[in-house]
Protein backbone atom coordinates (compact mmCIF):
# COMPACT_ATOMS: atom_id res chain seq x y z
CA UNK A 1 0.00 0.00 0.00
CA UNK A 2 1.75 3.27 -1.19
CA UNK A 3 2.33 5.64 2.03
CA UNK A 4 2.86 9.44 1.78
CA UNK A 5 4.45 11.09 4.92
CA UNK A 6 5.07 14.46 4.92
CA UNK A 7 7.54 16.39 7.59
CA UNK A 8 9.28 19.32 7.71
CA UNK A 9 6.11 21.97 9.23
CA UNK A 10 6.60 24.02 11.78
CA UNK A 11 6.52 28.28 12.69
CA UNK A 12 8.18 30.51 10.78
CA UNK A 13 8.79 34.22 10.44
CA UNK A 14 7.68 35.76 7.42
CA UNK A 15 9.99 36.36 4.84
CA UNK A 16 11.74 32.91 6.11
CA UNK A 17 12.16 29.80 4.68
CA UNK A 18 10.44 26.45 5.25
CA UNK A 19 11.05 23.04 3.15
CA UNK A 20 8.54 20.30 3.17
CA UNK A 21 9.11 16.66 2.60
CA UNK A 22 6.88 14.32 1.53
CA UNK A 23 8.30 10.26 1.80
CA UNK A 24 6.81 7.64 -0.12
CA UNK A 25 7.00 4.03 0.56
CA UNK A 26 4.84 1.12 0.21
CA UNK A 27 5.30 0.33 -3.71
CA UNK A 28 5.60 -2.77 -5.43
CA UNK A 29 7.24 -2.24 -8.57
CA UNK A 30 10.46 -0.69 -9.18
CA UNK A 31 10.85 2.81 -9.74
CA UNK A 32 7.29 3.02 -8.94
CA UNK A 33 8.34 6.84 -7.33
CA UNK A 34 9.67 7.73 -10.54
CA UNK A 35 6.55 7.43 -12.62
CA UNK A 36 4.32 9.35 -9.84
CA UNK A 37 2.93 12.67 -10.31
CA UNK A 38 3.04 14.72 -7.38
CA UNK A 39 1.74 17.67 -6.03
CA UNK A 40 1.71 20.03 -2.71
CA UNK A 41 -2.08 21.23 -2.04
CA UNK A 42 -2.68 23.26 1.45
CA UNK A 43 -6.02 24.13 2.87
CA UNK A 44 -7.36 26.28 5.09
CA UNK A 45 -10.21 25.79 7.87
CA UNK A 46 -13.63 25.79 5.90
CA UNK A 47 -12.06 25.54 2.86
CA UNK A 48 -11.45 23.18 0.05
CA UNK A 49 -8.43 22.01 -0.65
CA UNK A 50 -6.27 24.01 -3.33
CA UNK A 51 -3.05 22.89 -5.19
CA UNK A 52 0.26 25.21 -4.93
CA UNK A 53 2.44 23.27 -6.73
CA UNK A 54 2.91 20.32 -8.89
CA UNK A 55 5.43 18.41 -10.72
CA UNK A 56 4.76 15.00 -13.01
CA UNK A 57 7.02 12.02 -13.80
CA UNK A 58 8.87 13.94 -16.69
CA UNK A 59 9.64 16.45 -14.35
CA UNK A 60 7.13 19.33 -15.87
CA UNK A 61 6.20 21.61 -13.06
CA UNK A 62 3.09 23.86 -12.92
CA UNK A 63 2.99 26.75 -10.01
CA UNK A 64 -0.26 28.33 -8.16
CA UNK A 65 -0.27 31.82 -8.70
CA UNK A 66 0.41 32.78 -5.38
CA UNK A 67 3.38 30.29 -5.21
CA UNK A 68 5.41 31.45 -8.19
CA UNK A 69 8.59 33.14 -7.39
CA UNK A 70 8.47 31.60 -3.90
CA UNK A 71 8.49 28.18 -3.62
CA UNK A 72 10.13 25.49 -5.55
CA UNK A 73 8.64 21.65 -5.74
CA UNK A 74 11.79 19.15 -6.20
CA UNK A 75 11.40 14.90 -6.55
CA UNK A 76 14.15 13.40 -5.70
CA UNK A 77 13.22 9.42 -7.39
CA UNK A 78 16.11 7.99 -5.49
CA UNK A 79 14.63 8.64 -2.39
CA UNK A 80 11.91 8.48 -3.28
CA UNK A 81 10.96 11.96 -1.12
CA UNK A 82 8.97 15.19 -2.93
CA UNK A 83 9.97 18.56 -1.52
CA UNK A 84 8.61 22.08 -1.53
CA UNK A 85 10.98 24.53 -0.69
CA UNK A 86 8.94 27.50 0.62
CA UNK A 87 11.29 31.29 0.51
CA UNK A 88 10.01 34.55 1.22
CA UNK A 89 6.50 33.45 3.24
CA UNK A 90 3.58 35.21 4.44
CA UNK A 91 1.35 35.26 7.29
CA UNK A 92 -1.09 33.55 4.49
CA UNK A 93 0.78 30.91 3.70
CA UNK A 94 0.28 29.40 7.33
CA UNK A 95 -2.25 26.39 6.27
CA UNK A 96 -1.83 22.24 6.48
CA UNK A 97 -0.08 21.80 3.73
CA UNK A 98 -0.54 18.05 2.07
CA UNK A 99 1.47 15.73 -0.35
CA UNK A 100 -0.02 14.46 -2.87
CA UNK A 101 0.45 11.56 -5.76
CA UNK A 102 -0.91 9.62 -8.32
CA UNK A 103 -0.23 7.16 -11.79
CA UNK A 104 -1.84 8.75 -14.28
CA UNK A 105 -2.14 6.92 -17.75
CA UNK A 106 -1.92 10.40 -19.56
CA UNK A 107 -0.99 14.06 -18.66
CA UNK A 108 -2.98 15.20 -16.09
CA UNK A 109 -5.72 18.21 -17.36
CA UNK A 110 -5.17 20.18 -14.49
CA UNK A 111 -1.91 19.21 -12.68
CA UNK A 112 -3.21 21.35 -9.37
CA UNK A 113 -6.49 20.09 -9.23
CA UNK A 114 -7.29 17.44 -5.98
CA UNK A 115 -9.46 14.98 -8.18
CA UNK A 116 -6.45 14.06 -10.21
CA UNK A 117 -4.57 12.70 -7.21
CA UNK A 118 -5.44 9.18 -5.30
CA UNK A 119 -2.59 9.21 -2.44
CA UNK A 120 -2.71 11.61 0.35
CA UNK A 121 -0.53 11.85 2.80
CA UNK A 122 -1.97 13.21 6.63
CA UNK A 123 -0.16 16.71 6.64
CA UNK A 124 2.59 18.71 7.94
CA UNK A 125 1.00 22.58 9.75
CA UNK A 126 2.83 25.57 8.57
CA UNK A 127 2.50 28.71 10.76
CA UNK A 128 4.11 32.11 9.12
CA UNK A 129 3.95 34.58 12.18
CA UNK A 130 4.15 38.56 11.38
Known amino acids: KVQLVESGGGSVQAGGSLRLSCAGS????????????MGWFRQYPGNEREGVAA???????TYANSAKGRFAISKDNAGSTLYLQMNSVRPDDSSMYYC????????????????????WGQGTQVTVSS
Open 55 to 61: IDSDGRI
Open 100 to 119: AGSFPLTSMRQPLGRSEYYF
Open 26 to 37: GYTAPNSFSRMS
